[in-house]
């Protein structure tokens, strides 16, 4: 169900029990030249960060930045890139067409509404999970047993399988040393 009302973020959004899950800001360039060179587009990346999605999409191309009749398009790339390095969870997407912004837009806000709803079902799924036991000591290599038979004095060969009994002495030996 689609309705309309004001949003302390964004343009568009998503909600969930009248939250807001995710939303977008959308731009002209145009806009998004004149939000960047006021600092309004400081303050809604802000607002925007503060919900658990969001994302600016412009509608526009990101060459066409270093075309701008009023302010210098080097500035104007500085600025965003600023603003994306202070906001690095909101990402600005450039779509070429105000078309394809919508298509994208529209995508977006159902992709994190699904994932957002999947993970509010699965959450405290984990406290379900029966404990683990201890993590069981890994078996001895063949050279740690062998190393340990040649400091014990036992006679061990340099190849080969190492008997089973000389095993389990070494696991023993060990447990032995660390009840002391």
Request: hydrophobic share 45%; charged share 25%.
């Amino acid at each position: 169900m689609t309705t309309r009302r004001r949003l302390a973020a964004g343009d568009y959004a998503v909600l969930r029990d009248g939250e807001v899950l995710a939303a977008v800001e959308r731009k002209t360039l145009a806009d998004l030249v004149t939000s960047l060179r006021s600092g309004k587009l400081t303050y809604a990346m802000a607002e925007l960060s503060a919900l658990p999605r969001s994302a600016v999409v412009v509608e526009d191309r990101y060459s066409r930045l270093f075309s701008l009749e009023h302010w210098p398009g080097a500035a104007a790339a500085e600025a965003l890139a600023e603003a994306q390095a202070r906001f690095p969870a909101v990402p600005v997407v450039f779509c070429e067409t105000r078309p394809l912004a919508q298509e994208w837009t529209y995508r977006w806000l159902g992709a994190c509404q699904a994932e957002l709803a999947a993970a509010a079902d699965t959450a405290g799924v984990e406290q379900t999970f029966a404990p683990a036991g201890p993590v069981p000591v890994p078996a001895p290599t063949p050279a740690q047993v062998r190393r340990w038979a040649r400091a014990e004095g036992i006679d061990v060969s340099d190849r080969g399988r190492v008997p089973a009994e000389l095993t389990a002495r070494y696991l023993a030996s060990r447990t032995a040393s660390t009840e002391d």
